[in-house]
Nanobody
Framework: QVQLVESGGGSVQDGGSLRLSCATF??????MGWFRQAPGKEREGVAV???????RYADFVKGRFTISQDNAKNTLYLQMNSLKPEDTATYYC??????????????????????WGQGTQVTVSS
């Protein structure tokens, strides 16, 4: 069993930065990622990272967000720079045990993620 606990959300101005953290309790997973959901919208993948450290990003965050993990601390991070109002959403940490071949932020791979955190709110104001 894996338990995921996010932190680091908050409110920032347009162009600001935030770093989200996801503490992992339990067995190590092979794929971890960040997803987000804005009110009235579908949940969408933001970034994922597999057991080999390969990171994959949604097009809308490339060059602005960076996913990383500290295996010694069992923590996943999402560094978010150049934030925009459209980045406002609840951000969720998620994980699964399948290999990196199933580790992508796109919609068709979302159902493989079977462990989810409770979410942390990010609000970007203009």
């Amino acid at each position: 069993q894996v338990q995921l606990v996010e932190s680091g959300g908050g409110s920032v101005q347009d162009g600001g930065s935030l770093r989200l953290s996801c503490a992992t309790f339990g067995y190590s997973s092979n794929c971890m990622g960040w997803f987000r959901q804005a009110p009235g919208k579908e949940r969408e993948g933001v970034a994922v990272i597999d057991e080999d450290g390969n990171a994959r990003y949604a097009d809308f965050v490339k060059g602005r967000f960076t996913i990383s993990q500290d295996n010694a601390k069992n923590t996943l991070y999402l560094q978010m720079n150049s934030l925009k109002p459209e980045d406002t959403a609840t951000y969720y940490c998620a994980a699964h045990y399948r290999s990196g071949a199933y580790c992508y932020p796109t919609k068709q791979y979302q159902h493989y993620f079977n462990y989810w955190g409770q979410g942390t709110q990010v609000t970007v104001s203009s």
